[in-house]
């Protein structure tokens, strides 16, 4: 019987939600993932069914439709794939889970844009916009669920959404030296980000893996955009991320060549 495809970038962090997902539902083998190497021009095939965008995952159903966005996609796999339900099925607790998830995007935004910053001059005022992001999320999840790790009792919809996004702040821990400061205003922010991380459903990645491949993203390219004087993106597939060095964790200084990151 034929699967749902998902079209994706195995260190993205939208495309990881899809995958925690089938996770937490026991279904890992229920889609079948294709890779892109988002480091080439995209397939025109693949370009004909998304109609020209190239932003990832998207999932071709069974029957040759398109779907695309993560939210969207984690909404309609929740649906279609067999196993428990992870968004809330309680009406109110539903749209607590929502409010939540709304606070992801402005979260992802401070994060990527900090860690692209090339101006150091700028970087307090990367800071603080992300440390207001991670305050507000703390205050919500006081005033909703002061007591445990999750949300809810368990590891949910909403973690998955952000677990992903905690990952990739592994480059903010390496290029930026961020760590949430120690305070009632981040607590409970720190205790939650740290259960979403240890949990089971959500090791796809590495710490390794995030700040190897998102080197090029803190000299300021994303999306396997090549950067002056190199050949190579850090997200190319070869060499495998785990025969390369380290990168050089001070981003402010002279950028590392291909040679230095291990592409060549």
Known sequence: MPKPVIYHIPVCPFC??????????????????????ITKP????????TRGTTALPVLETADGRILKESLVILDYLDEVIPGARQR???????????????REGPLTGAGYMFVMNQDPAAREA???KLLKVYAGIND????????????FADFGLAEAVFTPMFMRFWFLDY????????????DR??????????????????REEVVKLYYDYAQGAGNGVLLPGRTRSSF??????????????????EPATDAALGLV
């Not at 190319?236 to 200084?253: D, G, I, L, Q, S």
């Open 126 to 128: 990367h800071l603080e």
């Open 42 to 49: 995209r397939d025109p095939a693949l370009l004909e069914k």
């Open 236 to 253: 190319v597939f070869e060499p495998h991320w785990k025969t390369r060095p380290w990168p050089p964790a001070e981003k402010y200084a």
């Open 140 to 151: 919500f999840l006081m005033e909703h669920a002061p007591d445990t790790d999750f949300l």
């Open 175 to 186: 290029y930026e030296g961020f760590a949430l400061p120690e305070g009632p205003d981040y």
């Open 16 to 37: 990881q939600r899809t995958e925690i997902l089938l996770a937490l539902k026991g279904q890992t083998e229920a889609v079948d993932y294709r890779v892109v190497d």
């Open 189 to 206: 922010v720190r205790r939650w980000q740290a259960a979403c991380l240890a949990h089971p459903a959500a090791q796809q990645t590495s």
């Open 88 to 102: 809330r099925v309680d009406p109110y607790e539903h749209a607590i889970e929502q409010l939540l998830i709304t």
